[in-house]
């Protein structure tokens, strides 16, 4: 079934002040970003910076001998390319659709004049949106290398799949073990046993690369305090930027009634990236 998509499902987006999105509206290109797309691979030049709604990418770090793993996922509340606007130009590390959906396109020109505007009523909007969720990112990035270092793989099993689960609107997750543990950067063997302890506790539903979440309630006791951390970073992140917003005259909040939506040609079902 197709499903309608419209630039206000990514979250960033939603947040710029009506001036703002206006003039970027036209530039934003809907894209299909499939499962297994590799959209970045290191040290790619940067052409473009994304903007998922319905699809989650994963960012890996990629190690001379060929073994990666997850430094930090982006789904509807972030972009991809920050690199860009911090100067580097180029990426990194890979940037891999791990769920299959959409998301909004533009090209880095187009960022990078809004970022670098000096005059108007709109100076300085983009960037300090940008700047603002750069922080958020690097709390996620450097929250996970201390999860990944001090926490056990069942903690670390559950800080993923709930920051996971707060991209998506849905309990049911289709990944096998080998992805999740080349996600944490574990032994597969480590996953199958931390899944069984969260299926005996009836946290989860575990069958054929098939999790469903019965009681998210449980997994957020079972984690660490990693996942608070955060989340509540983002959370912070977005209540300032409505409290920016509300501070605008009403000419000036974002127009959602406005916003394009789109019947994208063909959908895919949300699946999880597998090899």
Not at 51 to 60: C, K, N, Q, R
Not at 63 to 86: P, Q, R
Request: with cysteine; proline share 4%.
């Amino acid at each position: 079934m197709d499903t309608l998509q419209r630039p206000d499902q990514n979250r960033l987006l939603s947040s710029l002040p009506a001036a703002e999105f206006e003039h970027l509206a036209p530039h934003l290109e809907l894209v299909a970003m499939p499962l297994g797309e590799i959209l970045y691979e290191s040290g790619d030049p940067l052409k473009h910076v994304y903007f998922p709604t319905t699809a989650i990418v994963s960012l890996h770090y990629v190690t001379e001998h060929g073994a990666s793993s997850e430094t930090a996922g982006v789904g509807n509340e972030g972009v991809l390319g920050i690199s860009l606007f911090m100067g580097g130009n180029t990426t990194p590390g890979r940037a891999i659709v791990s769920a299959g959906g959409y998301g909004y396109r533009l090209k880095a020109r187009v960022l990078m004049e809004e970022y670098n505007r000096a005059g108007g009523r709109r100076a300085g909007i983009m960037q300090h949106l940008l700047l603002r969720y750069t922080q958020a990112r690097i709390t996620q990035v450097s929250q996970t290398a201390v999860c990944n270092r001090h926490h056990s793989v069942a903690q670390q099993l559950c800080r993923w799949l709930l920051l996971v689960l707060d991209r998506l609107s849905s309990n049911e997750l289709t990944m096998t073990q080998e992805l999740i543990a080349s996600m944490i950067g574990v032994r597969r063997e480590g996953i199958t046993e931390a899944a069984g302890h969260l299926q005996q506790a009836g946290f989860i539903r575990y069958r054929r690369g098939h999790i469903t979440v019965l009681d998210r309630s449980g997994l957020e006791s079972s984690a660490c305090e990693c996942y608070a951390v955060i989340k509540n970073e983002f959370d912070r992140m977005f209540a300032e930027l409505q409290n920016h917003q509300a501070l605008l005259p009403a000419s000036h909040t974002h127009p959602s009634s406005r916003l394009q939506v789109v019947k994208p040609e063909k959908t895919e079902r949300i699946r999880f990236y597998s090899g």
